[in-house]
């Protein structure tokens, strides 16, 4: 749960816990122990709600080891930072998604609930875990999906070798992803959305992974007490001699990138990530590659510049062309390619190119750059990499459930760049959350002409604007990073001057250095100093020129979509000819408008100011403005058909890639069910069994924990069509062979729950509101009769089983008495007359022939004796007849005598 091994041991030694690392403890069979505590499970069976009331709640749970509780079906989990047992094979028995609902709150109910409704609605469902940093994000996601895994295919403890490389995968990302903070041993820098895609809601086809923002900038400075990704020090520390003797790598006290920082046992965290790359099947070769990578990233920190003395230009040289030959080798490029990658600025316009040298500070920089661009696009060759191996094979309609663990909400002294992106983040989560348990239920309960409970709740509205609303921060920064010439100090004037209008923005009295931004979570103070030369988002022409020349072919790749020198100047020939032509197709092109625009400055001015709305309307109200449509089947966008090389291609900004993705993903989210779980911390020391009630109003406050129980207490928060209640409960009541109609939904619902015997719920003028206990009896009333179903199935399948055996029986003593008869008969002495005789069918044959022959025998004895009867007749003397009379009378006696004989 929630970081609690990372919290007690203090370092990346426990980021990447592993299959094997977990089973100590998700495989015990400890018996299960629930808290004890006056307080109930769930939040909203309190009769009173109020903010003193709900703080008490939670520490009196949480100092009885509570650490779950729910929020009707909303999971709010402090983090113990100690682990306790309560993961173990009797608490996933209890949890198994083909057994009812457990009310007791656990991240393994959510698993369960998500596993439900995958089956009975046959809809995808997504896991959202959110909360500051250090809350306990990623051991919450990983706990989900691990039990998620465990009821598919095989069953508990039988996963398939697909299932241990997905679990085997999260090690490997968190790895390369994470990193130790100031307030988080085990921080996520990056955030990650993983898919499981299901067949037949059981049978798991494969999985894939999308990433957002990774904290580039990490590779080359951090914060005191603060480290790089954990990778660097397994790599540098734990593997072994050999291995670091072929990559020429030292100590990671020897690298200034990763700033004499130690870990404890290396050694072991680095077989462990061996290992989850075999289990994963990565090749010797893609290994090695990875490694290398790795190397050169640390070497390149280590290359320093001088100015060349004397120099009218500011040029500048290598200070040690020994370390600067050691990476050009771990590169595969020649020493002087990389010396003018690093020490020249190439600059294209249209028709010539030219070469500005650089000093030693400029230099240095890009030098950095080429540091963080390498780490980045590595980290995305090894996301696309683990979705080429996990993918589904099989296409069809299938179903999947996701699991969403974004950065954390952060607040630090110096806030920059990386802190913006990621709070934009949380606060779109935030915005996200807000509309599915506040905003939409409302409208829709008005509408419906159902009466909604009054509850007031805050929105961000208006900090959404501001970050991502046209004309916002985002759009600003874009359009920015295109004009020549501009600056960090341009930059802010120009924020000041168009957003101090809005609410959630404060110049600080027109600050050069800083704005300030009101997030739901608290205000921030953003530097302005590198927003720009941070959101330009690729290497320089000439350090791609390079790295798509080396010899390596991993390296080489790892620049792929960059674009050189080379590559720019023959862009610009053809606008250069498109232009004078008037080729307009050519103009017309997404590439060329994304880098030349499409209109004039003043017309986009004129457009912009002409629509950009005062306030930004609500999804609803746009849909009302529309008026009526024919809503179409939305079909869900694909996760994986998409490399991040594609991805990354022809985006210009960092900006603009961030809110690109961030848009794709608000999209997968309002395709599926959403199951929310609120990670709170309940101090800042990462100390077990210590409540700091400060600190955790303050995030029940902006997490709306107290808004969210009273509207679920008044509430509605199931709304349900009456022909999809019907058709998912209509089994409640309803033989299977009756016909329903359209006209009988209604009075058919309403059948169902009084069949059911339940309260409390309301009817809509299109659909049915319901409460989760309501779904909760008509779920165990379903469940019950299919239990019945089978049990009646079963008690048939065993008298059939019994009735076969008893013919088996009987066939068998008949069959053992025929042999026993055959036997004797054979061991009998026979005589001669059966010893001689033929068998019966030989017998009948005979018999047969017999009675034919003398058949024949008769009838030629009859015909013989016929022709001397008739040879006698005719040696008799004939006498003269006495009388005619007399004559006739004996004519007549011969003809009889001789037909009889």
């Known amino acids: 749960m929630a970081d609690e091994e990372q919290a007690a041991a203090g370092g990346p030694e426990n980021a990447a816990v592993t299959l094997s690392a977990q089973a100590e403890h998700v495989e015990n069979d400890n018996d299960i122990k629930d808290p004890v505590t006056p307080v109930p499970d769930n939040l909203v069976l309190m009769e009173e709600m109020t903010q003193e009331k709900l703080l008490e709640a939670c520490k009196l749970r949480y100092e009885a080891d509570g650490v779950y509780t729910f929020v009707a ?20 028995e209890r949890y198994n998604p083909t057994a009812a609902l457990c009310p007791v709150p656990h991240i393994y109910a959510v698993a369960q609930r998500a596993a439900k409704n995958l089956r009975l609605l046959n809809r995808d469902q997504v896991c959202i875990v959110s909360g500051e940093s250090g809350s306990g994000k990623t051991e919450s996601a990983k706990l989900f999906m691990h039990h998620l895994l465990t009821y598919s295919d095989g069953g508990i403890g039988q996963s398939t070798h697909l299932e241990k490389q997905i679990l085997e995968s999260q090690p490997l990302l968190e790895a390369f992803g994470n990193a130790k903070t100031g307030l988080n041993d085990n921080s996520s820098r990056f955030g990650k959305y993983i898919e499981i895609v299901f067949e037949g809601m059981d049978k798991v086809l494969g999985a894939g992974a999308r990433k957002y923002l990774l904290e580039k900038s990490r590779v080359v400075g951090q914060a005191a007490g603060e480290r790089n990704f954990h990778v660097f020090y397994y790599l540098t520390e734990g593997a072994p001699a050999a291995l670091r003797a072929k990559l020429k ?18 050694t072991n965290w680095f077989n462990e990530l061996d290992k989850s790359l075999k289990v994963l ?45 050691d990476l050009a080798d771990a590169l595969g490029v020649p020493i002087d390619a990389l010396e003018n990658a690093l020490t020249t600025k190439h600059v294209v316009t249209v028709g010539e190119t030219f070469h500005k040298p650089l000093n030693s500070v400029a230099s240095c920089s890009t ?41 954390g909400f952060e607040n630090f002294k110096q806030n920059e760049f990386e802190q913006m992106f990621i709070n934009t983040a949380n606060e779109q989560l935030q915005h996200y959350f807000i509309q599915h348990i506040f ?15 009054k509850v007031e709740y805050t929105t961000n509205d208006d900090q959404v604007e501001l970050l991502t609303g046209f004309g916002g921060i985002f759009s600003l920064l874009d359009e920015q990073t295109k004009v020549p010439n501009s600056d960090d100090k341009s930059t802010i004037i120009k924020m000041h001057k168009e957003l101090s209008s809005n609410p959630a923005y404060d110049n600080l009295r027109n600050s050069p250095l800083e704005f300030q931004i009101a997030h739901y979570a608290g205000k921030v103070k953003y530097q302005v100093t590198g927003l720009l030369e941070k959101n330009r988002n690729s290497p320089s022409l000439g350090i791609a020129g390079m790295m798509k020349s080396s010899s390596n072919p991993m390296i080489a790749s790892l620049f792929k979509s960059s674009e050189t020198t080379e590559e720019r100047m023959e862009k610009d020939q053809q606008m250069s000819k498109a232009l004078k032509s008037g080729d307009r197709g050519f103009m017309r092109r997404e590439s060329q408008l994304k880098r030349f625009g499409g209109r004039k400055k003043k017309e986009q001015e004129e457009k912009r100011v002409a629509v950009r709305p005062k306030k930004k309307l609500a999804p609803w109200q746009i849909a009302n403005m529309r008026g009526p449509q024919v809503e179409e089947k939305k079909e869900k966008p694909k996760l994986k058909r998409e490399s991040s090389e594609k991805r990354r291609a022809g985006l210009t900004t960092l900006s603009s890639a961030f809110k690109g993705s961030l848009d794709a993903l608000m999209e997968m989210l309002n395709l599926a069910t959403p199951h929310f779980v609120r990670c709170i911390k309940p101090n800042m020391t990462k100390s077990a069994k210590v409540w700091d009630a400060e600190i955790a109003q303050k995030q029940l406050n902006y997490t709306g924990v107290l808004e969210t129980t009273k509207i679920r207490q008044n509430g509605y928060p199931l709304r349900v069509t009456f022909e999809d209640f019907c058709d998912r409960y209509r089994d409640v009541c309803i033989p299977p062979t009756y016909r329903l109609t359209a006209g009988i939904y209604e009075s058919t619902a309403l059948r169902i729950l009084q069949s059911a015997d339940l309260h409390g719920w309301g009817k809509g003028k299109t659909k049915m509101f319901l409460k989760y206990e309501h779904v909760n009896v008509l779920v165990d009333i379903l469940e019950g009769k299919k239990r019945a179903a089978n049990a009646e199935r079963a008690v048939a399948a065993a008298e059939q089983a019994k009735k076969d055996a008893e013919l088996a029986e009987i066939k068998a003593k008949r069959d053992a008495e025929v042999a026993k008869i055959r036997a004797a008969a054979e061991a009998a002495p026979t005589s001669a007359k059966v010893t001689s005789s033929l068998n019966w069918q030989e017998e009948l044959q005979r018999q047969k022939e017999e009675r034919k022959i003398a058949s024949e025998k008769k009838k030629k004895e009859e015909e013989e004796e016929a022709k001397r009867a008739a040879e006698a007749a005719a040696n008799v003397p004939k006498e003269a007849p006495k009388s005619t009379e007399e004559g006739e009378r004996k004519q007549s006696f011969a003809a009889a005598r001789g037909m009889f004989k």
């Open 281 to 325: 099947e990565f090749t010797e070769d893609e290994i090695m590659s990875m490694w290398t990578s790795l190397a050169a990233i640390l070497k390149t920190g280590q290359i320093e510049f001088v100015d060349v003395a004397d120099s009218t230009d500011d040029s500048c040289t290598f200070a040690d062309r020994a370390i600067a030959q």
């Open 249 to 266: 790598l030292e100590g990671c006290e020897h690298y200034s990138y990763l700033q004499n920082a130690h870990v404890s046992d290396p």
């Open 73 to 92: 079906d909303i999971l709010v989990a402090f983090n113990p930072y100690q682990w306790i047992d309560m993961y173990g094979k009797k608490y996933k």
């Open 367 to 407: 030098r950095d750059t080429l540091a963080q661009n390498m780490y980045d696009n590595l980290f995305s060759w090894l996301v696309d990499q683990l979705n080429g191996k996990l993918a589904a094979i099989e296409e069809g309609d299938n179903r999947s459930v996701a699991v969403l663990d974004i950065f």
């Open 439 to 453: 905003t939409y239920e409302i409208k829709e309960l008005k509408e419906e002409g159902i009466r909604a409970p």
